[in-house]
């Protein structure tokens, strides 16, 4: 996760180094001075030996050769190179217990900033925006108070904070904290201007020109490619030029080139940076050959891509990286991508079926790095017997969670090779008629151009499914871990009212799982076409009123609800599959409950006013109408039928995989119903389900 972190001891020399800087800099307090412990962990970090590293912390703290601050600092580190993010935040807690005004010694200070700079930064790249950005805030607000300089006006922190902003769609909050970032380089720029210094200040500028490029936001983008060239120039002019340092600034500018070029349609620009990348020493790592697919993917250069993912496994142990769910969506499924998109259908499958294979490794892996990084944290003996049970009701959740997760694994890849084989055989039709119909060239063409056009649809489709899907699971699953944490630590002495909160905020996640799969299901039996039997006798209030059950919107504490039935439609039985029925008003009524509440990411207030959602049953052309009617967001016109498409979601701040209108719809044609989107209502959105009552 966290890859760009420094090695301690260039941490050291950082940090410390800062330790005897201008009056000027960050915090700077008297003349500091680095210890002779930090010489010693210096000399210690050029081992790479995390184990070592952490032992001779804990030697130097026993001995009162360390302060509080600088353990702190030196282990978050260490832990952070071993990946283990959870014992990182227990210690990045502890900086809350640090009184700064008692604060004396600038390394101290200056350890304290650093540790802060990356506490910041991984939750920012674990995309906990709004946490990042209040800790930074949080952070600022203390130095300021204890006569320090600001945390976020340094250029590396000020980049970072522009990153959640610009995620959390604050754009121009965004433009404001890059600003911020550019003064700081100019800053440090003016007092120091080392090879290191050049290279770091454009290793923040790289980093703003690449969130706009990811962000389409070409023309913010092209002015941080800019300044990046003239830093580039100033630093090989240096008298001290470092040529490490020159080449991987150059690799970064011209890949960066690469991309803005091909996003703006300048594909010759695109191809000649994308050539002067490679021809740099820093394309040649293997890392960077890993990470740097991105550009041949958006070419479509899949071929390529899939080969350079051959030197994966050789990556993977150079870096001693682990099979963990991080990396198999980092790395694995991009490689799965490019091989199928390449047409290596074998290669693809073969690494779907590897992902299988080690999808419970991974899990079982997390679960014993959860286990150790907590043991690092806390002593846990002699508190077994006490929470016993609670371990018996943990583990038991977690069986159901890693069953519930391979099963919805094995579902989506079933989805995946199914739609994919069905494409590959139309494709072949189309391929045989081109060869029969040589003579009529230019029919046969267009009939090849619509196949690519779907098989470009399917591509996005399945890339939106498998990007959905991983946020529906993971969200949930990160909510069953976090809390698994709290029960499984020995320290920490809940009442009853808080386990009584834990479990039944545990049984929501689970459920919430569990309602993914039933969707997952019920699309992949639409998609089967499979006939249902209609032979239920049952009275419409019926279905309402177990529709309404299911769902729990009248437990909504956002929105008013109501049911009105007609009288016409009260005396009414219908010949249907109830089971099918209910479920299909049930995903009407939920998608009804959802987007009445407003979506937190965007900012909007809820306020003291609540939403209405009616539902009416009707009679009409000889058919029961189910009316659901609710004061949301509503749907424009023009996406009536849109709508109802698979993974189709209007909204991105909304919670869902898209899938539920189109899975009510196939239920309501299987039953010789329909469910259509009425655009002459405008004060929110209106649904109709209908249903025969004689077929």
């Not at 935040?89 to 900033?113: G, R």
């Not at 969130?211 to 070409?218: F, W």
């Not at 990556?315 to 001693?320: D, H, P, R, S």
């Not at 099979?323 to 980092?330: K, Q, V």
Request: net charge negative; with cysteine.
């Amino acid at each position: 996760m966290i890859k760009r972190l420094l090695l301690p001891t260039v941490i050291v020399v950082l940090g410390l180094a800062s330790c005897t800087k201008d009056k000027h800099s960050t915090c700077m307090l008297e003349e500091g001075i680095p210890h002779h412990a930090d010489s010693v962990i210096q000399t210690v970090g050029d081992t790479r030996n995390v184990p070592l590293i952490l032992s001779t912390i804990d030697s130097l703290e026993q001995e009162g050769e360390l302060s509080k601050v600088r353990v702190i600092f030196y282990k978050t580190i260490a832990y952070n190179l071993r990946e283990e993010y959870r014992t990182s935040f227990a210690l990045y807690e502890q900086l809350n217990n640090i009184n700064l005004k008692k604060l004396t010694d600038l390394c101290d200070v200056e350890c304290y900033v650093y540790s802060y700079n990356n506490y910041v930064r991984l939750l920012c790249e674990m995309k906990r925006y709004d946490e990042a950005l209040n800790v930074a805030f949080t952070v600022d607000k203390k130095l300021k108070a204890a006569g320090h300089n600001s945390f976020i006006d340094h250029h590396d922190i000020a980049q970072i904070i522009g990153n959640c902003q610009l995620n959390l769609g604050h754009t121009q909050k965004a433009a404001a904290s890059y600003q911020r970032a550019l003064q700081g380089i100019h800053n440090r720029l003016s007092i120091h201007s080392d090879p290191l210094d050049y290279r770091e200040c454009q290793k923040t500028m790289n980093a703003i020109a690449r969130i706009y490029i990811e962000k389409a936001l070409y023309n913010e983008a092209a002015p941080w490619i800019q300044r990046q060239d003239s830093l580039y120039l100033l630093a090989d002019k240096h008298p001290h030029r470092d040529s490490v340092f020159q080449d991987e600034m150059k690799a970064e500018i011209c890949y960066c080139k690469a991309l803005l070029a091909h996003a703006q349609g300048r594909n010759d620009e695109a191809e000649k940076a994308y050539n002067d990348y490679l021809s740099t020493q820093t394309s040649k790592v293997t890392g960077n050959i890993i990470n740097n697919n991105e550009y041949l993917l958006q070419t479509q250069r899949y071929s390529e891509a899939a080969d350079n993912y051959r030197l994966l496994d050789q990556y993977m142990l150079e870096g001693n990286l682990e099979n963990d769910l991080e990396n198999i969506g980092r790395y694995y499924i991009p490689k799965y991508q490019a091989n199928m998109l390449a047409g290596r259908i074998d290669s693809a499958l073969s690494i779907a079926n590897r992902v299988a294979q080690i999808y419970d490794s991974a899990l079982n892996q997390q679960k014993l790095s959860l286990a150790a990084e907590v043991a690092a944290v806390y002593d846990i003996q002699g508190k077994e017997r006490q929470i016993a049970e609670q371990r018996s009701k943990l583990y038991q959740m977690r069986l159901v969670a890693i069953t519930v997760c391979l099963f919805l694994i094995a579902v989506s890849f079933g989805i995946i090779t199914l739609n994919h084989r069905n494409h590959l055989k139309k494709l072949r039709q189309e391929h045989r008629k081109l060869e029969d119909a040589y003579d009529k060239l230019d029919t046969t063409n267009h009939q090849l151009i619509e196949a690519n056009k779907r098989a470009e649809e399917s591509a996005r489709m399945k890339t939106n499914f498998i990007q959905q899907i991983s946020h529906e699971i993971r969200t949930p699953l990160n909510i069953l871990t976090g809390f698994t944490q709290v029960l499984a630590s020995p320290n920490i002495e809940l009442g009853g009212e808080n386990l009584q909160d834990i479990s039944k905020k545990m049984v929501e996640n689970s459920k919430r799982i569990t309602d993914l799969i039933d969707k997952m299901l019920d699309l992949s039996d639409t998609n089967h076409e499979i006939c249902d039997c209609c032979q239920d006798n049952v009275m419409p209030i019926e279905i309402a009123t177990q529709a309404v059950e299911e769902c729990g919107i009248k437990e909504a504490s956002h929105l008013n609800f109501d049911i009105k039935l007609s009288q016409q439609a009260e005396a009414q039985h219908l010949i249907t599959n109830k089971t099918h029925a209910v479920k299909a008003l049930t995903l009407i009524l939920d998608n009804a409950r959802k987007f009445t509440r407003p979506a937190e990411a965007t900012g909007v207030s809820v306020g003291s006013r609540k939403e209405r959602v009616t539902l009416q049953i009707e009679v009409a052309n000889n058919q029961i109408c189910f009316i659901v009617e609710d004061t949301g967001i509503g749907v424009p016109p023009e996406e009536a039928n849109h709508i109802f498409t698979e993974f189709v979601q209007l909204n991105e701040y909304y919670d869902g995989t898209g899938i539920g209108l189109s899975i009510a719809r196939s239920l309501a044609r299987g039953l010789h119903g329909d469910v259509i989107l009425d655009t002459t209502y405008t004060a929110g959105a209106r649904f109709v389900l209908t249903l025969p009552i004689n077929h």
